[in-house]
């Protein structure tokens, strides 16, 4: 993540671009839904973007044909919901793949797929389980970026092994050996994107609580906290 391009067979890029295609499509109509209804909250939308721009744009060497950077897409799922993030990460990542050579046009709906949609929805999922836990606010947000990250990676692995099934082992020998490279540089990534997201969370619940209260993010308490 992200997968180069033209490196996987053309079946396998144009499979994740049709399955990646409905979240996408889904994800534009919710936002143009959200922002109708709320213009007000266009700006943090725009945050969310250059946040995810930013970091996703951090690459590292990691697996022969992709890398590894953090993702950045939990402060979007958190805010706006995982279908949000899929046309924001669509963005993100064509502009990667045209402007910085990092990523890839065939590789497009693999890399959405993978960043765009299995990141966001691990977020919101575990942010809404932690809270479910009564866990505090600081270690849910941590949570959620983090492991959202890491889930995106171990997509990844499986999107490669699917692709380059080992000869011996066949696909669960390949998710293995793509998964324990990525895991080199992508966990200590997880835990600073992790901590990286609580920080700009908190600074936003300084500055715009009372937006982040009417969009059911944080409660009273947890603002005064």
């Known amino acids: 993540m992200h997968i180069m391009e033209g490196f996987l067979p053309v079946k396998h890029a144009i499979g994740w671009s049709v ?8 994800g534009l109509y919710s936002i143009n839904r959200r922002i109708k209804e709320n213009p007000e909250q266009r700006m943090l939308l725009g945050v969310a973007a250059a946040f995810t721009f930013v970091l996703s744009a951090l690459k590292m060497p990691s697996v022969t044909g ?3 950077h953090p993702t950045g897409t939990g402060l979007g799922a958190i805010l706006f919901g995982p279908a949000a993030m899929a046309p924001i990460g669509m963005v993100v990542l064509l502009f990667q793949a045209i402007l910085l050579a990092h990523g890839g046009l065939t590789t497009l709906g693999a890399n959405i797929f993978s960043m765009a949609i299995v990141g ?7 942010y809404r389980l932690a809270k479910a836990m009564k866990l505090s606010f ?8 983090s492991l959202a990250d890491l889930l995106t990676y171990v997509t990844t692995s499986a ?3 699917l692709a ?13 050996k793509f998964a324990a ?6 966990i200590p990534l997880a835990i ?15 500055f715009n609580p009372q937006e982040l209260k009417e969009m059911n993010v944080v409660t009273v308490r947890e603002v005064q906290v």
């Open 66 to 68: 992709s890398c590894s």
């Open 138 to 145: 600081g270690i849910s947000v941590f949570l959620a970026a």
């Open 181 to 186: 490279v990525f895991a080199v540089t992508q």
């Open 192 to 206: 600073s994107e992790g901590l990286l997201t609580v920080v700009v969370f908190n600074a936003l619940a300084r």
């Open 19 to 26: 399955a990646s295609a409905p979240f996408v499509a889904y």
């Open 159 to 161: 999107q490669l092994a």
């Open 164 to 176: 380059f099934p080992d000869p011996a082992g066949g696909f669960a020998a390949s998710f293995a």
């Open 120 to 126: 966001p929805f691990a977020a919101t999922a575990i």
